[in-house]
């Protein structure tokens, strides 16, 4: 006989298996294209199409890996505001995919993230999953913060990797691991041996965010340019961002046997092209004092500041050079 799935309730709602009676209101919102739009869907969503995907879940077995199974996100009064999708990996079945709607009438209330905590805690503790995943549209501000608030973390950038109402749309990967869900733990520290990107860049975001706030400057962006040789290895870049009309450096390498060509200063040209369109009026970096203080005076670069031991024995120079309009 087909296992059924048993319902979870929350504070709020009730995650259950559809029914015949919610097609209706899985149109409804479904049909919206603010909704779709970062969906597998298109709109017009009618009410059939909503039918059918009711009456295709009533004869699949929730868990089985490789089907989708979607359930119905309700109301304390048993409405139905949204649903919500997991998807074992039909290869690993210890990994599963989630997706998750809320009906915009219901949005901003934190149900959506409710509803995927309530999903998580199934997944992990009743099947014992060991990794759950989501892929967000990069664009798709509230459905990343449901996911982060659920303790995921951003795994991946994926680039133009799902062709969506037309386009090629980027895609952000999140992970979450059982065991790191298990054991955190509100207001503890989450030590990491390590640097994890997704990390970096989520404490990023959100301290830039206080900085929009606190300056007016909402202009943040970065920039990367990369050399390769003929085989596509990069030989030599540049990385940095601007914002509020300066620009800085972070990183800017060539490599070794390639020192002494011009490359360097091609790069560093560029990057400062880039903050003159951009309208900076300044451009900073940090070079440490056995890196390459002389190669930026000499391309007009004064010194500002240095700082003592960093790393022990050495110092990191800042420079800067006033860009002419
Ligand atoms: C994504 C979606 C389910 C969010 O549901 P929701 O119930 O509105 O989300 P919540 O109220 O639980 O919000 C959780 C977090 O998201 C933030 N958030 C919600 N909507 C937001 C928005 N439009 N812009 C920015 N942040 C938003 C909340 O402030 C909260 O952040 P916090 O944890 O930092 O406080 C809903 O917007 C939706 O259905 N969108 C269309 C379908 C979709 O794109 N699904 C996801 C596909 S991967």
């Known amino acids: 006989m087909r296992t059924t799935f048993v319902p979870l309730t929350t504070d709020r709602l009730l995650l259950r298996p559809l029914e015949p009676g919610d097609a209706p209101a899985i149109a409804a919102y479904r049909d919206r294209p603010e909704v779709a ?8 969503y009618p009410l059939e199409r909503a039918s059918a995907l009711v009456a295709e879940m009533a004869s699949i077995t929730p868990g089985e890996p490789g ?3 979607q359930l119905a996100i309700a109301d304390a009064s048993d409405h139905l505001i949204g649903d919500c999708g997991f998807c074992f990996r039909a290869d690993e079945p210890r990994i599963c995919e989630i997706g998750f709607t809320v009906h915009p009438d219901h949005q901003g209330q934190g149900l959506g993230r409710e509803a995927v905590g309530a999903l998580l805690g199934w997944l992990f503790l009743e099947r014992g999953t060991h990794r759950v995943v989501a892929y967000a549209d990069a664009d798709n501000t509230a459905s990343r913060r449901v996911l982060e608030a659920n303790g995921f973390r951003r795994e991946g950038h994926l680039a133009a990797s799902t062709w969506s109402k037309g386009q090629w749309r980027d895609e952000v990967l999140y992970g979450l691991l059982g065991d790191q869900w298990k054991a955190r733990r509100a207001g503890d520290v989450e030590w990491h041996d390590d640097l994890h990107p ?22 943040g962006r970065g920039y990367t340019g990369l050399v390769r040789d003929e085989r596509g290895k ?3 870049g540049v990385v940095g961002w601007t914002w509020g009309g300066s620009a800085w450096v972070s990183t800017l390498w060539v490599e070794e046997h390639r020192r002494a060509t011009g490359l360097g200063q091609s790069l560093l040209a560029a990057a400062e092209a880039c903050a003159r369109r951009r309208g900076c009026t300044s451009i900073t970096l940090g ?3 056995f890196q390459a203080p002389e190669f930026y005076r000499r391309l007009g670069y ?3 500041c ?5 790393p022990t024995g050495h110092r990191e120079v800042y420079l800067q050079k006033r860009l002419d309009p």
């Open 37 to 44: 739009r970062f969906q597998g869907w298109d709109t017009p």
């Open 67 to 69: 089907v989708w199974f």
């Open 306 to 310: 240095s700082v003592p031991d960093k």
């Open 302 to 304: 004064h010194e500002v």
């Open 287 to 289: 070079s440490h004092s």
């Open 234 to 236: 990069v030989i030599a």
């Open 198 to 219: 997704g990390d970096a860049e989520l404490l990023d975001d959100r301290i830039y965010e206080f900085n929009v706030a606190a300056t007016g400057y909402g202009d």
